[in-house]
């Protein structure tokens, strides 16, 4: 209709000059009815994409150091305050903060010090003290392992009803003083810590990295001969496995009980488990430079963008930058996009990947998308 309006006018018109107006004018008129219908195609696909933010989930677990013994009155600063920006599930969803009148673990410290580092970020805990790992922690019959399973799943289902999609980052395990009690050996521990460390991998992801905390040489409450054997044991374990990270206990302060870190102790656990984890994002963090020209930008997003949804990547996409280190999970879509948009504009190496806050990474997403549209 606008066009044959536009060509009964154009007839009548004989100064060369109106013509010329009135061809201009008919393009801008199309150029804004194209702009328009774009635009509301986009905003019509834009439902069909996740709006949940990635969010790194740490799993604790362990007997009574994972669970904690130090007391809540020595904590000072941000420590003794509600972190929201630590999302903490022991049973039910909310901000990590100590309780009042009780103890707490080397959540606390880990979730604050890694937070500074990844913005928000979650901690699934279950741990129960006096437990054994070759008994109560035992994978497919301990009472202890399979209902840790199920805390995990809860926590990961809240997360995912909370507007996030989690990804379970690295698992984190304080227990051995039980079976230094009962006198487990070196053989026997190192086997059953084995076991474990396979169970878990198996469960949520293959050389999911494992941070172990060893026995401290100062827990002088157990036997002597049972506690090098077990301190022995969780040594070898790592030394031999690479997806295995060894903590240093020694020199960590205990409570006069000579077997549970106190308030300092723990706080010292705690940041130890963080410089841990930091040390794996810094060595596996993604750069998503896909195209390896030596800068994120529109290139890497056009990899993504061009092939969203395929399950191989595109010739001349570069593997050793994906998230994970070059983990390609089967599918190019989110994960990917993220490596570009959170590296947007770095020219360097790799850096710890930061998770945004819910939205964040998807709205910048569709900005930059809709930045070019709007430049037609």
Same mark, same amino acid.
């Given at each position: 209709?606008?066009?044959?309006?536009?060509?009964?006018?154009?007839?009548?018109?004989?100064?060369?000059?109106?013509?010329?107006?009135?061809?201009?004018?008919?393009?801008?008129?199309?150029?804004?009815?194209?702009?328009?219908?774009?635009?509301?195609?986009?905003?019509?696909?834009?439902?069909?994409?996740?709006?949940?933010?990635?969010?790194?989930?740490?799993?604790?677990?362990?007997?009574?150091?994972?669970?904690?013994?130090?007391?809540?009155?020595?904590?000072?600063?941000?420590?003794?305050?509600?972190?929201?920006?630590?999302?903490?599930?022991?049973?039910?969803?909310?901000?990590?903060?100590?309780?009042?009148?009780?103890?707490?673990?080397?959540?606390?410290?880990?979730?604050?010090?890694?937070?500074?580092?990844?913005?928000?970020?979650?901690?699934?805990?279950?741990?129960?003290?006096?437990?054994?790992?070759?008994?109560?922690?035992?994978?497919?019959?301990?009472?202890?392992?399979?209902?840790?399973?199920?805390?995990?799943?809860? /926590?990961?289902?809240?997360?995912?009803?909370?507007?996030?999609?989690?990804?379970?980052?690295?698992?984190?395990?304080?227990?051995?003083?039980?079976?230094? &009690?009962?006198?487990?050996?070196?053989?026997?521990?190192?086997?059953?810590?084995?076991?474990?460390?396979?169970?878990?991998?198996?469960?949520?992801?293959?050389?999911?990295?494992?941070?172990?905390?060893?026995?401290?040489? /100062?827990?002088?409450?157990?036997?002597?001969?049972?506690?090098?054997?077990?301190?022995?044991?969780?040594?070898?374990?790592?030394?031999?496995?690479?997806?295995?990270?060894?903590?240093?206990?020694?020199?960590?302060?205990?409570?006069?009980?000579?077997?549970?870190?106190?308030?300092?102790?723990?706080?010292?656990?705690?940041?130890?488990?963080?410089?841990?984890?930091?040390?794996?994002?810094?060595?596996?963090?993604?750069?998503?430079?896909?195209?390896?020209?030596?800068?994120?930008?529109? /290139?890497?997003?056009?990899?993504?963008?061009?092939?969203?949804?395929?399950?191989? %990547?595109?010739?001349?996409?570069?593997?050793?930058?994906?998230?994970?280190?070059?983990?390609?999970?089967?599918?190019?879509?989110?994960?990917?996009?993220?490596?570009?948009?959170?590296?947007?504009?770095?020219?360097?190496?790799?850096?710890?990947?930061?998770?945004?806050?819910?939205?964040?990474?998807? %709205?910048?997403?569709?900005?930059?998308?809709?930045?070019?549209?709007? &430049?037609?």
């Amino acid at each position: 209709m606008v066009f044959e309006r536009f060509m009964v006018n154009l007839i009548h018109v004989k100064s060369p000059v109106v013509r010329v107006r009135f061809t201009v004018n008919l393009l801008i008129s199309l150029r804004e009815v194209m702009k328009s219908l774009v635009l509301l195609i986009f905003f019509t696909m834009v439902p069909a994409f996740s709006w949940a933010a990635p969010i790194s989930v740490y799993l604790l677990a362990g007997q009574s150091n994972a669970d904690g013994r130090a007391e809540n009155d020595g904590l000072q600063g941000a420590l003794a305050m509600a972190q929201h920006d630590v999302l903490l599930y022991d049973g039910s969803l909310r901000p990590l903060a100590p309780d009042s009148g009780r103890d707490f673990g080397p959540e606390v410290s880990f979730g604050r010090k890694l937070a500074d580092a990844e913005q928000t970020i979650a901690v699934i805990k279950y741990a129960a003290g006096g437990t054994s790992l070759y008994n109560d922690w035992k994978p497919g019959t301990g009472t202890h392992y399979t209902t840790f399973t199920q805390v995990v799943a809860n /926590g990961l289902q809240a997360l995912a009803a909370g507007g996030y999609t989690p990804k379970i980052s690295g698992f984190l395990w304080v227990q051995g003083e039980r079976d230094a &009690r009962d006198g487990r050996s070196t053989a026997q521990y190192m086997s059953d810590l084995q076991g474990f460390v396979q169970a878990i991998q198996t469960a949520y992801g293959p050389d999911l990295p494992f941070h172990l905390s060893r026995l401290s040489s /100062g827990q002088i409450n157990l036997p002597a001969a049972s506690l090098q054997a077990v301190r022995n044991a969780q040594f070898n374990v790592s030394a031999s496995d690479p997806s295995v990270f060894l903590i240093n206990t020694d020199g960590m302060s205990l409570k006069d009980d000579n077997l549970h870190f106190d308030t300092p102790g723990q706080i010292a656990l705690g940041e130890a488990f963080a410089d841990s984890v930091l040390s794996v994002l810094v060595a596996d963090a993604a750069d998503g430079d896909y195209n390896a020209d030596g800068l994120v930008g529109q /290139g890497d997003l056009n990899l993504v963008l061009l092939n969203w949804g395929s399950a191989s %990547l595109p010739p001349g996409f570069d593997e050793s930058s994906l998230p994970g280190n070059g983990s390609f999970d089967g599918t190019l879509g989110q994960d990917e996009l993220d490596g570009v948009l959170l590296n947007w504009g770095n020219s360097g190496t790799s850096f710890i990947r930061v998770v945004p806050e819910p939205g964040t990474v998807t %709205l910048f997403g569709f900005a930059v998308i809709l930045g070019c549209i709007l &430049r037609l």
